[in-house]
C-alpha cells in the first residue's frame, strides 16, 4: 500500500491522468482508439470533481471486458436512420465508446437538418450522462444525453426497486458566460453515492433511501440488499425516469425496467442498456448570436438576483467547470476511493510506475 499512501499525498493533471489510463487500458488489451476515447471522458470526468463516475470506473469496465460482456473489439452500428434520427446497435462494444459515436452522429445530423435524435440498444455503462451533453457545445449546439439503468429507484406507492436511475444531462451555450450544464439522476442521488456512504460507516445526509418496508431511513447498512432509492422529487423524478426509459429503451429497443442486467454484478449476462442523445443546432434555428446574447443575460439575471446573507447562486455546471478550471491550474487530488481502483488498475496491469509518475 506504499503506492496508495504515495498518491494520498499528490495530485494528478488531467492530460496526465488520461495519458496514463489509456496506457493502462490498452495494456489490457483494449484497442488504442477505443482505450482514448474511454480514458478522455472518465478523466475528464473526474476534472469536473464527479469522481463517483470517473477513472474509478475503469477497472470494472475492464472486468466487463474479461467477463465477456463488453466487446472491446466490437463498434457499434446503423440500424436505422432517417435525416433527423438514428438507431444504433451498440453491439456490447465499449459503451463510452459507442456513446460518443451516437452524440457525434447527433451533431452531424443537427448540423443538416437543425436538430436530431440518436437512440442506442445492446450497450452497458456509460459513466457520467454529462460528457456527452457536452460535445454539443464547440459545434454552438444544445445538448442532451440520457440512459436507462438496471432497476435501484422505488416510485410513489411502490416498494423495492422498480426504475433505474435514468441520468439526463444537457449542455447549452453561451456567448461570454460559461455554458450551462446539468447532469442529474433522476433518483434522489446516484447509487454510487449511497455506497460511498455505506463505506464509510456514514449516515446519509438526508433521507435518499428507502427500506424494504418503503421508508424513508438515513441509514445504508442494508442497502443495496435491502431497499431502494426515492425518486428526485416524488412524483416529479419518477415521472422524468419513466420519459427516459422510453428515449432510451422503448424507442431503440434496448431493455427495459428488470430486463436490464447490472454492468457491476458478477453476472454472466450483458446489460443490454440504452441511451438517448440530442441535438438542437440553435444557429439553424434562430441567430447565434442574438441567442448567446440573451442567453448571457439570462445567466446574469439570475446571477445577479437577491440573495441569502451568506448565499451564493449557482448556474447549473458552474461548480464543475471552476472545478475543472482548478485541476487545469493545481492539479487534482483524487479521493481515496479513486486512488484505490487506480492502484488495482496498476497492479492488474503492471504499470505501478507508470501511476507513480503521472502524479506530481
Ligand atoms: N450511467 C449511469 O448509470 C448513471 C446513473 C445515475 C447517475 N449517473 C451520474 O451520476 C452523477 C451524479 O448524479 P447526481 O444526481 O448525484 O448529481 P448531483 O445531485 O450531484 O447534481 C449535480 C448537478 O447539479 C448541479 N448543481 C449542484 N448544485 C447546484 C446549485 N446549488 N445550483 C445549481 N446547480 C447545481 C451541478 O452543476 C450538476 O450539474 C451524474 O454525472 C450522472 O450522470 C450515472
Not at 163 to 174: E, F, L, R
Not at 181 to 195: C, E, G, N, P, Q
Amino acid at each position: 500500500m506504499q503506492l496508495l499512501d504515495d498518491l494520498l499525498r499528490k495530485r494528478v493533471f488531467p492530460a496526465d491522468l488520461e495519458r496514463y489510463c489509456t496506457d493502462a487500458m490498452e495494456r489490457a488489451g483494449l484497442p488504442r482508439d477505443a482505450a482514448a476515447v474511454s480514458a478522455r471522458v472518465l478523466a475528464t470526468t473526474d476534472s469536473w470533481g464527479i469522481h463517483t463516475h470517473g477513472t474509478r470506473q475503469i477497472r470494472q469496465l475492464l472486468k466487463n471486458v474479461r467477463d465477456g460482456r463488453i466487446d472491446a473489439a466490437a463498434r457499434a452500428s446503423v440500424a436505422a436512420e432517417g435525416a433527423a434520427f438514428a438507431i444504433l446497435d451498440g453491439n456490447h462494444a465499449m459503451p463510452i465508446v459507442t456513446a460518443c459515436t451516437a452524440m457525434e452522429l447527433a451533431i452531424r445530423k443537427a448540423r443538416e437538418v437543425g436538430i436530431a435524435y440518436v437512440g442506442v440498444k445492446r450497450s452497458s455503462h456509460i459513466g457520467a450522462a454529462g460528457y456527452y451533453a457536452t460535445m454539443a457545445l464547440p459545434h454552438d449546439m444544445v445538448g442532451m444525453a440520457t440512459t436507462n439503468t438496471d432497476p435501484w429507484m422505488t416510485v410513489p406507492g411502490g416498494k423495492g426497486p422498480i426504475m433505474g436511475t435514468n441520468p439526463i444531462a444537457y449542455a447549452i451555450p453561451a456567448g461570454t458566460e460559461r455554458p450551462i450544464f446539468l447532469d442529474i439522476a433522476t433518483s434522489s442521488v446516484a447509487v454510487t453515492k449511497i455506497l460511498a456512504a455505506k463505506a464509510l460507516g456514514k449516515r446519509l445526509p438526508e433521507k435518499w433511501l428507502v427500506d424494504d418496508a418503503g421508508q424513508p431511513t438515513d441509514d445504508p447498512t442494508n442497502y443495496p440488499a435491502q431497499g431502494a432509492l426515492l425518486p428526485m422529487a416524488g412524483h416529479k423524478g419518477y415521472g422524468l425516469a419513466v420519459l427516459v426509459e422510453t428515449l432510451t429503451a422503448m424507442i431503440p429497443g434496448a431493455a427495459f425496467l428488470s430486463g436490464v442486467k447490472c454492468w457491476a454484478f458478477d453476472i454472466p449476462d450483458k446489460a443490454n442498456q440504452g441511451h438517448a442523445f440530442l441535438a438542437i443546432n440553435v444557429g439553424a434555428m434562430t441567430p447565434l448570436a442574438e441567442f448567446k446574447a440573451r442567453m448571457d443575460a439570462m445567466i446574469r439575471e439570475i446571477k445577479g438576483a437577491p440573495k441569502t446573507a451568506d448565499g451564493r447562486i449557482y448556474l447549473p455546471g458552474e461548480m464543475e467547470w471552476e472545478r475543472q478550471e482548478r485541476a487545469q491550474r493545481e492539479g487534482i487530488a483524487l479521493p481515496d476511493y479513486v486512488l484505490v481502483n487506480l492502484v488495482g488498475l496498476a497492479e492488474d496491469t503492471g504499470t505501478q510506475e507508470a501511476l507513480a509518475a503521472a502524479f506530481r
